[in-house]
């Protein structure tokens, strides 16, 4: 199985960004986590982050006949980018999304996701292990 984990903007400044939203982490030690936990399950990861929404959804069409799953953390995207919902639509690749925080416990806003219709599942609140999970359900659901 080949699973695609990709970050939006400022996810990039974890460790730094509000620590009490998002804990101390950073960015590369959240990398390194991915990265061993595909390994512990025997799956190829690759992660990518950007801050500009037209690399996210290059990165998600490039993902087509690639890759078997999608992390997707699209950050303040999430709340606003239907180019985003559209990609992973375009791709039918079977794509959890994760948040950090518990978005529906924090401004209005934040609890609108346009990515979620396109999304198999959806993961919030759960701090980095979020993204462990995410790679865990697409692995029991889609794992090959």
Known sequence: MRIKVINGPNI???G???PDLYGKTGYAELVDEIKKHGERLGVYVEVFQSNHEGALVDEIQACYGLFDGIVINPGAYTHTSIAILDAIKAV???TVEVHISDVDSREEFRKISYVRAACVAT???HGINGYLEAMDLLFKEYGK
């Open 12 to 14: 990039n400044m974890l």
């Open 16 to 18: 730094v960004r509000e």
């Open 92 to 94: 039918s690749i079977p």
């Open 123 to 125: 993961i919030k609140g």
